[in-house]
RNA sequence: CGGGGCGUGGCGCAGUCUGGUAGCGCACUUGACUGGGGGUCAAGUGGUCAGAGGUUCAAAUCCUCUCGUCCCGACCA
C-alpha cells in the first residue's frame, strides 16, 4: 500500500474527549471515527487491524469444529419474548417498530436467534454436537459508553453457541473452546489471563473469562503466586477462617465518638487499626427491610456474593437513610450488631475478629472491646467480602495478588435455560425427544484492538504486537522526490516485500523526514526500512523494530530476508 | 437514571464574569527556501460561536428551554 492512496489522518494533538491512552491514540492514529456517542466508524487503518484480529479468530473457530454462520443483526421480539428476555433486557435493547408497527431490535446477543435456527433445522441427535458461530456486530444500548471502542454501544463480536444432548457433551466443547480461546489470545501476542468467572444472571454451571491484562482494565483479578488459581474478584475466594477467635481480653464498653462516621475516622479517633475495627452495612432484605452485613472495616463487600444470599433481596440494594434510621435508630456511621434487631450476615473474617470496635447504634457513640459470644451471640459466616492481596489462595497453595483486567472473552456452560423456554430439541437415540443444553462463547473483536493498545504503547504511540499490526514493514524513502536512486530502490524493496506476501507502507508522500517518522512510530508498524541517499552510498538501508531504541545499518541486499526473517519468530 | 463539566473553523483552546468589528496555535491550500525526527518565511481557505426562543439600540457573552458530548456514580452475558 502506497500512502498517497491511503488515508494516514493523523493527528499531533489528543482530542480533549478521550480518556485513555487507546481511545486517544485510535483517534490520533486515524484508526476511528466517533460518528456518535459510542459509535464508531473504522478508517481504513483500523479496519486493517479489526481483520487481523478476525482472521485468528475465525481460524481458531474453524479448528475448533465451530461453523460459521452470520445472523440478522434485527431481530423480531417475539423471540424475545419467548425466551423472556423482552423485558428483562430493558433498556440496554434498542428497540424499534417496522412499517406494520411490529416490533424489532439491534441484536444485542444472539441465543434467540441461534436457538431458533438449531431447532428448526437440527432433528436428530445424528447432528449434534454442533457448534456455529458469527463474528457481527452488536448494539447495547449502554446507559454510559465510554473509552472509544473498549466500551461502545456498537461494537464487533465473535459469538460462538454450542447445542449437546447431554451436560458431559456440552463440558467436552467447552473444553475444546477453552482451548481454542486459548490458542487465540496466545496468537495476538498480548498477556492475558483466563479466570474463573461468576456466571452472572445468565445462570449456567462453568463460566470463564479471559482478561488482556493493563492496567487501565475495567475488572480486577485476583491469581495466586504458586498455583493456576485465578479469578475475578467478582467471584474470587479465599481461604476461609475457621479459627476460634483471640481470647477477649478487653472490657466492652461505650465510647463517646462525636462526628466520627467512617470507619477510617473511628479507627483513627480511637487509636485502633482498622483490623480492629466491624464495619456494619444495611442492605435490603427479602423478606425483612434490611439485612445487616458486618465486615472487618478493612474489607470491601462483594455484592455480587451478597446478592446470592437467601435474605438479601436481589438485585443488591443498599439501605437508604431512612431506612437505616427506622432499622438502628441512628445514621449510617453508627450501625452496630448489638441490640439490632434484623438478620445478621458476617463475613468469616469479621468472626475472627476479637477486642473490636463498632457501633452503638446511636449517634456519636460506639462499643470497643467488643467479642463474640460474650457480648454479641455468634452467627454462622458467610463469605461476602472481596479477597485482598495478600489472602491466602482458596486452594492453599500460595497468596493472591490482584490485577486490572479488560474483559476480552468469556465462555459459559448455559445449560437449557434458552432451549427449555424456546423449545428446541431433538431426537436422541430412543426417538424420544429431548431438549438441548446449551455453551456459549464471546470475543470482544473490537475489544481486543483497544486492550492491544492498551498493553504495548509508549510516548511515540502504538507498538502493535506484530500479529495485530496493520502493516508488517514500513518503507520510508529520504528525499524520495529528487533521487532518482532512492526512488528506484525504495519501489523495489516495496514490490519484492509485496511479493513475499508482506503488508507494506510505502511513504510516497511529499513528507520531510520527521514527519514520516513521526507517523510510523505513531500508527505503530512493527519494522520499518529508511532509504536515503547516504546510505545506498554504502549499499546500504536503515533498518528498525518500532520497539527498539537504535536502528541498525543493513546491506540493501538482505533487506527482504531481515524483514521475512523477524516476522517469522 | 442521579450528580457535575463542556459545546467558538478539521484538532487543541482564548474570548463569556463586566454585551459593542470573532481570535490564537496546530492542521489544510499556494509559493519560495529547506531536506534523516512533526522546519522557516510569505500569501491564503475555512466559523449562521450546538439549536430554538427571549431581553437589548446591540448577544458567542445575559435569561429560558431543547439537543449533543464528556466525567463520576448507578447500570452492564
Not at 137 to 160: I, N, S, Y
Not at 359 to 379: F, I, K, T, Y
Amino acid at each position: 500500500m502506497r500512502s498517497s492512496n491511503f488515508l494516514l489522518s493523523t493527528l499531533k494533538e489528543t482530542p480533549a474527549d478521550a480518556e485513555i491512552v487507546s481511545h486517544q491514540l485510535m483517534l490520533r492514529a486515524g484508526m476511528i471515527s466517533k460518528l456518535a456517542a459510542g459509535i464508531y466508524t473504522w478508517m481504513p487503518l483500523g479496519l486493517r487491524v479489526l481483520r487481523k484480529v478476525e482472521k485468528i479468530v475465525r481460524e481458531e473457530m474453524d479448528a475448533a469444529g465451530a461453523q460459521e454462520v452470520l445472523m440478522p443483526a434485527t431481530q423480531p421480539a417475539e423471540l424475545w419474548e419467548e425466551s423472556g428476555r423482552w423485558g428483562k433486557f430493558g433498556p440496554l435493547l434498542l428497540s424499534f417498530t417496522d412499517r406494520h408497527d411490529r416490533s424489532f431490535c439491534f441484536g444485542p446477543t444472539h441465543e434467540e436467534v441461534i436457538t431458533d435456527m438449531v431447532r428448526r433445522n437440527v432433528r436428530s441427535y445424528r447432528q449434534l454436537p454442533a457448534s456455529f458461530y458469527q463474528i457481527q456486530t452488536k448494539f447495547r444500548d449502554e446507559t454510559r459508553p465510554r473509552f472509544g471502542v473498549m466500551r461502545a454501544r456498537e461494537f464487533l463480536m465473535k459469538d460462538a453457541y454450542s447445542f449437546h444432548l447431554d451436560d458431559e457433551s456440552l463440558a467436552a466443547t467447552y473444553e475444546r473452546m477453552r482451548q481454542a480461546y486459548c490458542a487465540i489470545f496466545d496468537r495476538t501476542g498480548l498477556t492475558y489471563r483466563m479466570v474463573e468467572a461468576d456466571s452472572g444472571a445468565i445462570g449456567g454451571a462453568a463460566s470463564h473469562e479471559f482478561h488482556v491484562l493493563a492496567d487501565s482494565g475495567e475488572d480486577a483479578i485476583a491469581y495466586s503466586d504458586a498455583s493456576d488459581y485465578a479469578a475475578n474478584v467478582e467471584k474470587a475466594t479465599t481461604q476461609l477462617v475457621t479459627a476460634e477467635p483471640a481470647v477477649a481480653t478487653e472490657a466492652m464498653q461505650r465510647v463517646a465518638t462525636p462526628g466520627q462516621h467512617s470507619v477510617e475516622e473511628v479507627a483513627k479517633f480511637l487509636k485502633l487499626p482498622l483490623q480492629q475495627v466491624l464495619k456494619t452495612l444495611l442492605v435490603k432484605g427479602t423478606d425483612t427491610p434490611v439485612v445487616a452485613i458486618l465486615l472487618r472495616a478493612d474489607h470491601e463487600l462483594n455484592e455480587v456474593k451478597v446478592e446470592k444470599l437467601e435474605q438479601v433481596a436481589s438485585p443488591f440494594e443498599f439501605a437508604n437513610d431512612a431506612e437505616i434510621k427506622a432499622a438502628a435508630g441512628c445514621g449510617a456511621g453508627s450501625i452496630g450488631p448489638l441490640g439490632l434487631d434484623v438478620p445478621i450476615v458476617a463475613d468469616h473474617a469479621a468472626l475472627a475478629m476479637a477486642n473490636f470496635a463498632c457501633g452503638a447504634n446511636s449517634d456519636g457513640e460506639h462499643l470497643s472491646g467488643v467479642n463474640w459470644s460474650r457480648d454479641l451471640p455468634l452467627v454462622n459466616g458467610q463469605d461476602v467480602r472481596n479477597v485482598v492481596a495478600g489472602d491466602p489462595s482458596p486452594d492453599g497453595e500460595g497468596i493472591l495478588s490482584i490485577v486490572r483486567g479488560i474483559e476480552v472473552g468469556h465462555i459459559f456452560q448455559l445449560g437449557d435455560t434458552y432451549s427449555r423456554a424456546m423449545n428446541a430439541t431433538c431426537l436422541d437415540e430412543n426417538g424420544k425427544d429431548r431438549v438441548l443444553t446449551m455453551g456459549c462463547y464471546g470475543i470482544g473483536v473490537s475489544r481486543v484492538v483497544a486492550a492491544a493498545i492498551e498493553q504495548h504503547w509508549d510516548d511515540r504511540g502504538i507498538l502493535w504486537p506484530q500479529a495485530l499490526a496493520p502493516f508488517d514493514v514500513a518503507i520510508v524513502p529520504i528525499n524520495l522526490q529528487r533521487s532518482e536512486q532512492v526512488r528506484e530502490v525504495a519501489e523495489k524493496l516495496y514490490a519484492e516485500l509485496t511479493a513475499a506476501g508482506l503488508d507494506v507502507l510505502f511513504d510516497d508522500r511529499k513528507e520531510r523526514p520527521g514527519v514520516m517518522f513521526a507517523d510510523m512510530d505513531l500508527i505503530g508498524i512493527p519494522q520499518r526500512l529508511v532509504i536515503g541517499e547516504r546510505g545506498l552510498a554504502e549499499g546500504n538501508v536503515e533498518y528498525k523494530l518500532r520497539s527498539a531504541d537504535q536502528s541498525e545499518d543493513i546491506a540493501l541486499a538482505e533487506a527482504v530476508a531481515k524483514v521475512t526473517e523477524q516476522l517469522s519468530k
